[in-house]
């Protein structure tokens, strides 16, 4: 018997992106080879000003939902991974929840893993 599982997931990125070679106008000191070879990054994308988490994960849920004919009231439980919550409490999660249209018997709660999540 299984009593959870992990479906298919989704991603949205924010349409601005910087490359390298623009962060080097901002930082001429820093070496932008250096910071490819250790990282791997050569470009990154930049929420806007007005944007922030619960912006960018309510767009990837939407687009898992329509993508993968998911009907939100069928989630059991809602993680989510930030380093930029959207405030210190209420759980981004949870606000995440109510813009979702989630039950509220639906389990929400955000995680912190840095660079690894």
């Known amino acids: 018997m299984r009593y959870a599982a992990i479906g298919p997931i989704a991603v949205h990125y924010p349409e ?18 250096l910071i490819f070879s250790k990282t791997g990054i ?13 912006d960018l994960g ?3 849920c939407r687009k898992l939902f329509e993508n993968y004919d998911i009907d939100p009231q069928s989630i059991d439980f809602l993680l989510f991974c930030t380093q930029t919550p959207d405030y210190p409490l209420p759980t981004t999660a949870c606000l995440m929840q109510t813009r979702l249209g ?4 639906c389990g929400a709660m955000d995680f912190n893993l840095g660079c690894s999540g």
């Open 16 to 33: 601005n992106v910087e490359t390298n070679a623009e962060l080097a106008r901002d930082f001429p000191r820093w070496d932008m080879e």
């Open 102 to 105: 989630l039950r509220t018997s």
């Open 58 to 60: 309510v767009a990837a």
């Open 42 to 54: 050569e470009r990154r994308h930049i929420a806007r000003v007005d944007e922030c988490a619960s």
